[in-house]
Every structure is written in structure tokens, then in C-alpha cells.
């Protein structure tokens, strides 16, 4: 059904007539006075602005939408939400909608759906793994995946049979000159089966011999999978080893959380139990004074420069895994505008998804597999995105026949969290011209409102913008503190990047933030509807607008005034970087190795060095890089002057490329 018309509750007279006049006039320059004496209605909430804004929040952060990670069903149940809303507040579908005819011809429909569906990377399919253990005098046994053995996401597809051979914790250079691998030993795993133990060497305690405590960077997967496949190994066994103080000795890692530890490699990779790989260390015949037990080959591990060879056992072990594409769904609807600003659009939205579980990545707590419910990232922006759209659809009934106002566009953006992949998704593939896009009005995390205080970004991205802003500012009651930028860690990045003027409605951070602990029960719920309303206010006041909005870059003007986050890529956390690489990355988390590189900034270190948009960034100086959060960690040890080697994979080639640092005060990025 749809929604009657409502009395408004954004605190306006029924005169919209006079309050449009009042809103959208020229914007006022600091050398008008009158600007401190015009004044906006002031915006209220009403008790059914707060329960519909508490009842949206509540619903899409509990634990029956799972977090709401894309590719998982919580994360369709929460676009089923937001489509049922838009569909109950009569809004329209935007998006084309593709049917099959009766001939079997294409048929699209324009403007028939409210999904827009986009890639988001690749997911990592096992669909065949095979391990069995074969003793020489005795009967074959076959190991059961998910109980005795797991197919990492590194794996290649792929098969081998033979004779295994142990290679302790395959460390090839660890501190004070330790190795796992004799010397002239570059041949003995070619051909060969390789049981790796994953950690570094324990002391008595259980813990590291390099550092007496936690484990140290020797320990990576990454690079020990790296150096047996360099040494020829035909497939690797992973093992934990016993007596290590660490709780995940018990547990085999999954497939979905192994996808980005490095790329991928051409043979198979398994873990395997500490007891299935006690057994087959048992099942072995290495003589009377050989190992017997995974812990007599742990001591041996923990000693260095020792490879064990396994006779008297086979292995065969079997794996295909496939990379089937993954895609999700942006969410949105239209309310048409009138008059002769109907043509021209504001584009209101909100990322609804987070981070599921945080077991692919996003968590900042050491609990994967509990549920992040993302009640302030961003059910508070998602809630606020439909108060908003019920607000406006409310107004836009109350104009009168020779109004003019913009289309508003409403939409919910998917896959935020993995690098802002819907919006991009939206703004290189949007049913709208771009220059028809007037503004872009972004909420994300408006739940924790503090003393009366807001954020709201992007108040430099327009000319006028701010004076324009100041008196609707003044009727929210909120402590606001603009910031120009219009860059960020959110969607409106996005839009400002295709030269939208944008402004981003933000609460600030906490303690909470990619943890479980960001709950519905900690949100401010009258204050994220005042901030919605706000947002409603705002977009109302730019939709009415007669004059045009010209767009303005602040990233030479925050340099120019010496900020040294100006220009930074979005979502980055570039604290303690002293160098501009250049680039914003295509992804955040998109299950492969590297860094997508999303964009190229002119004059930087990246676009020197012959950086390309879709390339992806893979080493660095000799180095595997993982994902984002690892091609940070060696941001933060360069310094300006550096001289990198990396290569990047573009069009299924490995390029190499010499990239000189500049530092962050250098170009526009």
C-alpha cells in the first residue's frame, strides 16, 4: 500500500510556497549581514518520526540480517527491507529491468526496477577435495573435509601423489640468521608433498623464540606458501603445532577467510588437523631413532635447517576450487520532482550493508564468527535514509501544482564496506546523465549523536555552498561543525570524485566501531532522526533551489591550507604515512590478492611510475601484498624518496615498476 500524505514534520509552515522562496534564494557571501539575520524554521522531530526511525534501526541491525555482509542472506533480506518501503512510500523503480520473451529475445524495460546488481569480486568455490593417507603395509584412509582436513583459498586446482616431506615452518630468512632449509636443499621438496607448521619456533612456553611472546612477521602464511612453491613443492599440507599457546591450534581455517592471505597459487593447499597430521606422521616408516609423533617433528621445527622425509606413507590428495564472480544489489527508488526542475536529480543515500561475522575482513576485534550487527555502520544511516524519504514524499504532496522542484533519488548502497563498490558501481553506471546529478546528500553512522554535535562534510564541494548551508544549519539546534572536504571514507566519495557537490551527515566515531558491540541498544535514536531530518531539510532546500550549483574541488584548496589528510584515498587511515602513493583502491576486500587500483590521481607517485586504473598493485620491493590493510603496513615504513619495486597484473600480465615516493605534501595526491 502506499503511505497517505502526512502533516510535515521537518518544523515547516503549510506555506511551502513562502518557506521555498525563503530556502532557495541566492546564497548569501560573508559581506551581507543579512545572512545572520534570515533565519529557517526550526526542524523538529515528532514522536512518529522517532519510532519509525527506531523501528527501521532495530530491524536492520538484528542478528536475523546477519550483519548484513554482501552475498549472505541477511544482506538480501535488508535490500528486501528497504524495497518494501520505498514500494509502501510510492516511489518508483529507476533502474532498467532485463526480461526473457517468449522467443527467447532480451527485452529491457527502462526504469521497471528498484535493483541495480553489480560485481563486487570473486568468491572461492571448493567444488571437489579429496585427501587420503596410504600406508605402505596397510589399508588406504580417506579424510573427511571440514572435520580432518580443510581446502584453504589460496589453493590451486589441481592433484599430486607421493611422498611427503616436512618442512618445519618453511621460514627461509627469521631472525638472528634462523632457516628452515639446510643448505644446497633448493631441490628436495620438488616434486614432493609439503607438511608446513604454521607459527614460528616455540619455546617452553608455547609461545615465539624470536620475541618471548607474540608471534612475529616471520610467522606469515603468505610467505611460507611462497617459498615452497618457489622450491617446487606439487602440493602443501598446513598443520598446526602442538604445545603452541595460541587458541587456534584446534581449528581449521575456512576457505572464505584464507581467500586473501596471498595470491593465488597453482597447486593445492590444505589444512590439515594436528591429529589427522599425527596420524600420518605415525602411519610413516623413518626408522627406529626417526620421528614418531607431529611434536618429535615440532622439536625438530623449532631447531631450524631440517627437512624429514616421510617414507612408507602416500598421499593423494585432490582439489578444484573455482572463482565464480560475486555480485550484489544497489537499492533505490525515485520521487519525482515538478516543474521545470523536474529533469535535474538530488541523489539522498545510505550504505546498508556491513560487515556479516567480520571473518572476510572489516572487523577491528579478534572475534570472527560473531556477529557484527552494524547498528550505527550504518543501520543508523539506512534508518535515516528512509525517515528521510517518508519526510520528503510527505512534502513533495504538499507543493502546489506550479512548483518547481528536482527528482530525488533514494538509494541504498551495497557493498560500502569492501571500498564503496556500489556507489562507484551507481555513478559509472547510473540511468541518470551525470550533469543532471545536482548534489549527492550522504548519511553514514548518524547514531551516536553527542552532545548536539555533527559533522557534515562536503561544505566546500559547491560555490556558496556554506553560506547557503548556515541558516538551515542554525534551525537544526545541532552543534555542526562543517568540514569542506569532500572526500572520505563513505559513498559521497564517490560522487565527488565524478564532480557531484556532495555533503556527508556524520556522528563520529567510537569504541564500537566493526566490533559486535555496535548495537542497536547504543544508539541515540532521537538524534538520528533529528539528523535525518536534517538531511531531509537540506535536500529539500537544494531540491527547491533555482539557481544552479557549480561544483568545487577542495583538495588544492585543504592543501594549500596546509591539512595533511587532503586528498587522501577514501576509507585509507593513512595515520602515520609519510608518503602519497597516488592511488584510490578499487576495493577493499574483494577476495583477491593485491590492491585493485580504483584511480589514478594526476602528478603522484603512482601516475609517475605508470600506474593504471584496473591494475592491481601485487608486490612491493619483493613482498606479496595481501590486501589494503597490508599495502598500508609498507606505506607506513616508507619515507619520501624512496625508490619501490612493484609489479602490478594488468590484462593477465605481470608488469614491473619503478615507483619514486614523494611525500604527502607534494600534488594533489
Known amino acids: 500500500m502506499t503511505t497517505p500524505a502526512r502533516p510535515n ?37 515528532s514522536d512518529h518520526d522517532i ?8 530491524t536492520l541491525s538484528n542478528p536475523f540480517f546477519e550483519g548484513r555482509r554482501p552475498g549472505t542472506r541477511g544482506n538480501d533480506l535488508a535490500a528486501d527491507y528497504l524495497e518494501h518501503w520505498f514500494k509502501s512510500l510510492g516511489l518508483l523503480p529507476i533502474f532498467p529491468e532485463k526480461t526473457t520473451a517468449a522467443d527467447g529475445a532480451e527485452v529491457l524495460t527502462p526504469r521497471a526496477s528498484y535493483r541495480q546488481a553489480f560485481p563486487y569480486g570473486r568468491d572461492i568455490a571448493v567444488e571437489h577435495a579429496a585427501l587420503t593417507i596410504t600406508p605402505d603395509a596397510g589399508e588406504p584412509v580417506s579424510l573427511t573435509r571440514g572435520r580432518d582436513f580443510e581446502v584453504l583459498g589460496i589453493s590451486g586446482t589441481g592433484s599430486a601423489r607421493g611422498e611427503v616431506v616436512f618442512a618445519g615452518y618453511a621460514i627461509n630468512g627469521g631472525p638472528h640468521g634462523f632457516t628452515s632449509f639446510p643448505p644446497r636443499s633448493a631441490d628436495a621438496l620438488k616434486g614432493k608433498i609439503a607438511l608446513v607448521m604454521r607459527f614460528e619456533p616455540i619455546d617452553d612456553n608455547g609461545r615465539s623464540r624470536f620475541t618471548g611472546n607474540a608471534w612475529s612477521n616471520a610467522a606469515a602464511l603468505s610467505a611460507k606458501f611462497r617459498t615452497l612453491a618457489d622450491r617446487g613443492a606439487a602440493a602443501i599440507i598446513l598443520t598446526s603445532p602442538p604445545g603452541a599457546d595460541d ?18 597459487l597453482d597447486i593445492p593447499v590444505v589444512m590439515m588437523t594436528m591429529d589427522a597430521a599425527d596420524a600420518l606422521v605415525r602411519a610413516a616408516d623413518t626408522g627406529e631413532n626417526g620421528p614418531a609423533t607431529l611434536m618429535d617433528l615440532r ?28 555480485t550484489t544489489e544497489n537499492v533505490a527508488a525515485l520521487l519525482p520532482g515538478k516543474g521545470g526542475l ?9 550504505h546498508f550493508d556491513h560487515v556479516g561475522d567480520g571473518s572476510l575482513g572489516g572487523s577491528r576485534s579478534s572475534e570472527p564468527g560473531a556477529i557484527h550487527y552494524g547498528a550505527d555502520d550504518n543501520a543508523s544511516g539506512a534508518a535515516g535514509l528512509l525517515l528521510a524519504a517518508e519526510q520528503l514524499t510527505s512534502l513533495y504532496a504538499s507543493l502546489p501544482d506550479d512548483a518547481d522542484a528536482r527528482s530525488i533519488i533514494f538509494i541504498g548502497f551495497n557493498a560500502e564496506e569492501i571500498g564503496l563498490v556500489g556507489s562507484r558501481y551507481y555513478v559509472q553506471n547510473s540511468p541518470i546523465d551525470a550533469p543532471a546529478t545536482y548534489a549527492m546528500v550522504n548519511m553514514d553512522m548518524i547514531g ?38 569532500g572526500r572520505g571514507p563513505s559513498d559521497h566519495a564517490s560522487f565527488y570524485a565524478a564532480g557531484v557537490p556532495v555533503l556527508h551527515l556524520f556522528t563520529g566515531l567510537h569504541e564500537e566501531y566493526h566490533t559486535p558491540r555496535d548495537v542497536a541498544d547504543l544508539i541515540n535514536i532521537e ?21 544552479p550549483l557549480v561544483f568545487r574541488s577542495t583538495d588544492r584548496a585543504r592543501a594549500d591550507a596546509g591539512d595533511p589528510h587532503a586528498g587522501q584515498e577514501p576509507g585509507s587511515g593513512l595515520g602515520g604515512v609519510r608518503v602519497r602513493f597516488g592511488i584510490s583502491p578499487g576495493s577493499y576486500s574483494d577476495g ?19 600506474v593504471q586504473k584496473g591494475d592491481r598493485l601485487m608486490t612491493w620491493n619483493g613482498e606479496e601484498i595481501p590486501d589494503v590493510q597490508g599495502w598500508m603496513t609498507f606505506l607506513r615504513k616508507a619515507n619520501p624518496g624512496d625508490v619501490v619495486d612493484i609489479t602490478v597484473l594488468r590484462g593477465g600480465q605481470t608488469i614491473p615498476l619503478k615507483v619514486t615516493l614523494k611525500g604527502r605534501d607534494q600534488g594533489a595526491r
Not at 519510532?51 to 532495530?58: N, S
Not at 622439536?299 to 560475486?326: F, H, M, Q, S
Not at 523536474?342 to 545510505?350: R, T
Not at 559547491?462 to 538551515?472: C, K, S, T, V, Y
Open 9 to 45: 514534520r521537518l518544523g515547516l509552515p503549510i506555506a511551502i510556497a513562502a518557506l521555498s522562496t525563503l530556502l532557495t534564494a541566492a546564497p548569501l557571501t560573508l559581506a551581507q549581514p543579512a545572512a545572520e539575520t534570515l533565519a529557517a524554521p526550526a526542524i523538529t522531530v
Open 51 to 58: 519510532a519509525r526511525y527506531r523501528q527501521h534501526l532495530y
Open 247 to 264: 587458541p587456534r591450534i584446534n581449528d581449521l581455517e575456512t576457505t572464505a577467510a584464507t581467500t586473501r592471505i596471498a595470491r593465488q
Open 299 to 326: 622439536k625438530i621445527a623449532d631447531e631450524g635447517a631440517a627437512l624429514v622425509a616421510l617414507p612408507g606413507v602416500t598421499v593423494d590428495l585432490a582439489a578444484a576450487v573455482g572463482r565464480p564472480e560475486r
Open 342 to 350: 523536474a529533469d535535474q536529480y538530488i541523489v539522498v543515500g545510505a
Open 448 to 485: 551516536r549523536l553527542r552532545d548536539n554535535r555533527l559533522e557534515v562534510h562536503g561544505t566546500g564541494t559547491a560555490e556558496g555552498f556554506e553560506e547557503f548551508l548556515r541558516p538551515i544549519f542554525a534551525a537544526s539546534g545541532l552543534e555542526i561543525g562543517p568540514q569542506p572536504g
Open 527 to 547: 538524534g538520528g532522526a533529528h539528523v535525518a531530518s536534517l538531511a531531509a531539510r537540506i535536500t529539500f532546500a537544494l531540491a527547491t533551489r533555482q539557481e
Open 592 to 610: 583477491e590478492p593485491g590492491v585493485l587500483v580504483g584511480e589514478v590521481f594526476p602528478g603522484t607517485s603512482a601516475a609517475d611510475a605508470g
